[in-house]
């Protein structure tokens, strides 16, 4: 019975094992990176030709579109066309466009013609091509220090909600990508290789504590040698 039990529970425990595999392998993300601000007012009002900037942003990861909030007075949406910037030159390096007819409120994503690489800064700059004024979401300045957003080159004393789009990975495949990141928390003379040692070991030494397991409960489940003891 003993036995029974033991075996049952380490089946449940490699099954759950073999679904949590699973479900990282096959969490595809495509977030890229945000500026982590809040929508919780209209940051800057775009009339018909007008244009809002947030710059300068700090490209963390490579990305090829970006979501934003915009508030449309309860119409339908105008047109955004869209262009990532150098902050100095004003040079476009990718552009994209939002087809109008988009929700009050809502979340419309832009795809960009190519992809802007990471370790630069950039301008992100969006403008109304229609002929209805929209609102674009995000909060106060203090939100994200160093960036702010402008329109006609004057600071609003605010910041965009933008969230940055890159091809969707799984989870799994950016494994040596967040142990390198994870490393620039610790002491200098941990890096990525103990992440991996730890990740190593922990495959090796459940696979032998279960097996460690069943071993002892089949064990216990002996039928007595003759002459013991009952």
Known sequence: MRSWAVRSFLAVAVAGLIVAFAAVAGDNRNTAFTLGVTPGLSAAELRPGAEACQTPIAVAEAFDGVRMQVGTYK??????????????????????????????????????????????????????????????????????????AEIGGRDQGTDLTLVFIRP????????????????????????????????????????????GSLRAAGADDSPPQSGSQP
Request: glycine share 10%.
């Open 75 to 148: 119409r339908q949406g105008s047109p955004l066309a869209v262009s990532i910037r150098r902050p100095d030159s004003g040079r476009a390096i990718a552009a994209g466009r939002i087809p109008g007819g988009y929700a009050d409120v809502s979340q419309p994503e832009v795809q960009l013609d190519s992809t802007v690489a990471a370790s630069q800064r950039v301008a992100v700059c969006i403008r109304n091509a229609g002929r209805r004024k929209v609102a674009l979401y995000g909060g106060s300045e203090l939100a994200h220090i160093g960036t702010s």
């Open 168 to 211: 969707p990975t799984s989870l799994l495949s950016q494994t040596s990508e967040i142990f390198e990141r994870a490393s620039l928390f610790r002491p200098v003379w941990i890096g990525p290789w103990a992440y991996w040692l730890l990740a190593g070991l922990l495959l090796v030494a459940v696979p032998a504590l279960l097996a």
